[in-house]
């Protein structure tokens, strides 16, 4: 199976650029076989944007449907991170698009991340999981993806693929070097990581999204500027899998 991550700039809560660059990097993402693509945190209005809850959107919205329609018309998957109203609460979350156009999976951010998203968002309270082809997936957003329990968690109900919209910013290099990469390793899977380049108002954005393998390998990493990313996730091969879940002791 191949993956795809779009890595660009904040669309800066201008709806018409947002969907249009997602169709354009869905299109070119499905031209190159890949069977899902995997959009930014909060692509929808942007991450660092004013007013989030007012520009916050249902499930239903016509941008989601618009984006739904897109993954139909190209037979892939898409992930697209976004601000998700729901009656009076506001959620940062991820919306998966299966490749028949319907909605097959909507994550809500478990950990927010700092006073900001704390105070404009309600946190998520379970994880989300969904069969993506041959592969067991979840999605999982930025800050979620950095705990050690939640991804031993999922590795231990049989997920071999995550999929991580993000918004990670400076001066956090280590998180796409090292962090995610290890993540990947240590609990066998596979991590599909999707930043942000650029500047958006006060934050530079990182870039380095990429792309980890189970066996702690990095198939793909995006540099500082606007990239499309995409990768053929291997077989995993038992020898190589760590077996840190099986050896843990208790103290």
Same mark, same amino acid.
């Given at each position: 199976?191949?993956?795809?991550?779009?890595?660009?700039?904040? *669309?800066?809560?201008?709806?018409?650029?947002?969907?249009?660059?997602?169709?354009?990097?869905?299109?070119?993402?499905?031209?190159?076989?890949?069977?899902?693509?995997?959009?930014?945190?909060?692509?929808?209005?942007?991450?660092?944007?004013?007013?989030? *809850?007012?520009?916050?959107?249902?499930?239903?919205?016509?941008?989601?449907?618009?984006?739904?329609?897109?993954?139909?018309?190209?037979?892939?998957?898409?992930?697209?991170?976004?601000?998700?109203?729901?009656?009076?609460?506001?959620?940062?979350?991820?919306?998966? =698009?299966?490749?028949?156009?319907?909605?097959?999976? /909507?994550?809500?951010?478990?950990?927010?991340?700092?006073?900001?998203?704390?105070?404009? =968002?309600? *946190?998520?309270?379970?994880?989300?999981?969904?069969?993506?082809?041959?592969?067991?997936?979840?999605?999982?957003?930025?800050?979620?993806?950095? =705990?050690?329990?939640?991804?031993?968690?999922?590795?231990?109900?049989?997920?071999?693929?995550?999929?991580?919209?993000?918004? /990670?910013?400076?001066? =956090?290099?280590?998180?796409?070097?090292?962090?995610?990469?290890?993540?990947?390793?240590?609990?066998?899977?596979?991590?599909?990581?999707? /930043?942000?380049?650029?500047?958006?108002?006060?934050?530079?954005?990182?870039?380095?999204?990429?792309?980890?393998?189970?066996?702690?390998?990095?198939?793909?990493?995006?540099?500082?500027?606007?990239?499309?990313?995409?990768?053929?996730?291997?077989?995993?091969?038992?020898?190589?899998?760590?077996?840190?879940?099986?050896?843990?002791?208790?103290?």
């Amino acid at each position: 199976m191949k993956l795809a991550v779009w890595q660009g700039r904040s *669309p800066e809560a201008d709806l018409d650029r947002a969907l249009a660059e997602a169709e354009a990097a869905l299109a070119a993402a499905a031209a190159m076989g890949a069977a899902a693509l995997v959009l930014p945190e909060l692509w929808l209005p942007g991450y660092n944007q004013p007013d989030i *809850p007012a520009r916050a959107l249902s499930q239903d919205s016509p941008p989601l449907q618009r984006l739904a329609a897109a993954a139909k018309a190209k037979a892939t998957a898409l992930v697209v991170g976004y601000a998700e109203r729901d009656g009076d609460r506001t959620y940062n979350s991820a919306a998966c =698009f299966g490749p028949d156009g319907t909605l097959v999976a /909507n994550h809500r951010k478990v950990q927010l991340y700092g006073p900001r998203e704390r105070a404009i =968002f309600t *946190p998520g309270d379970r994880f989300t999981t969904f069969q993506l082809g041959d592969e067991i997936a979840a999605i999982m957003i930025c800050y979620d993806v950095e =705990f050690a329990p939640h991804i031993k968690a999922l590795s231990d109900e049989g997920v071999t693929v995550i999929l991580a919209p993000t918004a /990670n910013m400076a001066p =956090f290099t280590h998180v796409a070097r090292h962090t995610v990469p290890a993540m990947a390793a240590n609990h066998g899977l596979t991590i599909v990581y999707a /930043n942000y380049c650029g500047i958006e108002g006060d934050l530079t954005y990182v870039g380095s999204s990429l792309i980890a393998g189970p066996h702690g390998e990095v198939l793909a990493q995006a540099g500082e500027t606007t990239a499309l990313l995409v990768a053929e996730i291997p077989t995993r091969d038992p020898a190589r899998l760590s077996t840190q879940s099986t050896d843990l002791r208790a103290i």
